[in-house]
């Protein structure tokens, strides 16, 4: 019974982080983008190095693109992450310069099957929601919750969202895995070990 509702409670949030989400103006998400952008260049440390993986937008979600070319750019070796099926963990490929990208469902753009795999040193992630604990409200399926729980090392997890996507409180699962910070057009918001 507190299973249940407990994803019920999850359930509604979700309702409301989409309900909040999509009210924005298109104008109004292309200017986060652009200064989440900002404050991710200002203020995350990662060396040239490491390792970064980043996401291909779907639907409304703040769009990391600019961080990914600008990565890119500069030589940083950049990941997106491949749905393989609805229990695994994501596949994370390598977006080499040039490379082509393909259609992986959900609407999401991934490197060819080819690609070099990887294992990211820094995560930006998409999300629905977010409190001011760091827990992280995602689609429910589970993704990433799989794919961090069979990596060799703990990656810096980073949130990408509009400030409109903070909630008072989620409930947290014993396998959610806290957010290390998060950044929003506001600027950027630590958690944890992180602060």
Same mark, same amino acid.
């Given at each position: 019974m507190a299973d249940q509702a407990f994803e019920e409670?999850?359930?509604?949030?979700?309702?409301?982080?989409? +309900?909040? *989400?999509?009210?924005?103006?298109?104008?109004? *998400?292309?200017?986060? +983008?652009?200064a989440v952008a900002g404050h991710f260049f200002e203020s995350v440390a990662f060396g040239p190095d490491d390792v970064i993986a980043?996401?291909?937008r779907i639907r409304d979600e703040l769009d990391c693109?600019?961080?990914?070319?600008? #990565?890119m750019d500069s030589g940083?070796?950049?990941?997106? %992450?491949?749905?393989? @099926?609805? =229990?695994? /963990?994501?596949?994370m490929r390598v977006w080499e310069a040039d490379a082509p990208l393909y259609e992986?469902?959900? @609407?999401? #753009?991934a490197p060819s099957d080819l690609a070099p795999r990887s294992v990211p040193d820094l995560v930006l992630? /998409?999300?629905?929601?977010?409190? =001011?604990?760091?827990?992280r409200l995602g689609? @429910?399926?589970?993704?990433?919750?799989?794919?961090?729980?069979?990596?060799?090392?703990? %990656?810096?997890l980073v949130g990408l969202a509009f400030a409109a996507q903070e909630l008072a409180h989620i409930p947290r699962?014993?396998?959610d895995v806290p957010l290390d910070m998060v950044i929003t057009e506001a600027g950027i918001r630590f958690f944890g070990a992180a602060e």
């Open positions: 409670a999850k359930a509604a949030l979700r309702t409301e982080a989409h +309900a909040a *989400r999509a009210a924005l103006s298109s104008e109004d *998400r292309a200017d986060a +983008a652009k980043g996401y291909w693109q600019a961080i990914l070319v600008r #990565l940083q070796k950049v990941l997106l %992450p491949v749905v393989q @099926g609805d =229990n695994e /963990p994501l596949d992986a469902g959900f @609407g999401t #753009l992630m /998409p999300l629905l929601g977010f409190d =001011n604990a760091g827990t689609y @429910g399926g589970g993704y990433y919750d799989r794919t961090l729980a069979v990596l060799p090392k703990k %990656p810096l699962d014993a396998h």
